[in-house]
Structures are given as C-alpha cells and as structure tokens.
C-alpha cells in the first residue's frame, strides 16, 4: 500500500518556524514530483510549491516563496516544507501530494494532512 504521511505542523508564534514533513511508504519517491498544498477553513485548497523528480522546483504562491523552502530527500524517501517567518493567515491544514515524473501532471495520492496554526 501506498502512505504519505506529513508530520511536524503545530501551534506556532508568529515569526516562528515550522518543518514539515512528508514521509512516503510502500513506494519510492524517486520518479515522483512532491507538492505541497493548504486549506484553510472555508477556502478553497492553494498551491504553495512543488519539487521535481531532478530538484526544479516551482513557487505556485506569492505569498509563501520568500518564506517557505521545499525541498526533498530520497535516501529518505521524505519531501519537506520550511516555513519561516509564519503569519496568522499562514493558519490551515498542510497536504503534501505526489506527482508521476513532473510537477504538471495531476496529483496520484495525498497525505493525510497535518495542522498548522500560527497564533500568540
């Protein structure tokens, strides 16, 4: 069977950092494009970024790209998310998804999301 599992989201200042992870099992993240997606409460699902099989990576929100790095490591068989300078609005669930070969095709499977709340 196949998983993604995200994990390191939590309840952070604003200012603070988080890591998040993605951790796939049953399979290897080798050949797949690795994205990362959020959904905050009553808004539709947005696009943060995405890494490629060969490390090209895309910033899909203006929002985040000077703040959140993606990056992955296949020894590992895990993507991440570093989030920097956190905002209140930054608030939402965080899904990592998996892509065959690119970051243009369509998404194969999700995470099962992990929580993020920026608050003081």
């Known amino acids: 069977q196949y998983h993604l599992v995200e994990s390191g989201g939590g309840l952070v200042q604003p200012g603070g950092s988080l890591r998040l992870s993605c951790a796939a099992s049953g399979f290897t993240l080798d050949y797949y494009a690795i994205g990362w997606f959020r959904q905050a409460p009553g808004k539709e699902r947005e696009g943060l970024a995405c890494i490629s099989p060969s490390d090209g990576i895309t910033y899909d929100a203006d929002s985040v790209k000077d703040r959140f790095t993606i990056s992955r490591d296949n020894a590992k068989n895990t993507g991440y998310l570093q989030m920097n300078n956190l905002k209140p609005e930054d608030t939402a669930v965080y899904y990592c998804?998996?892509?065959?070969?690119?970051?243009?095709?369509?998404?194969?499977?999700w995470g099962q999301g992990t929580q993020v709340t920026v608050s003081s």
């Open positions: 998804a998996v892509r065959p070969l690119q970051c243009d095709y369509d998404v194969d499977f």
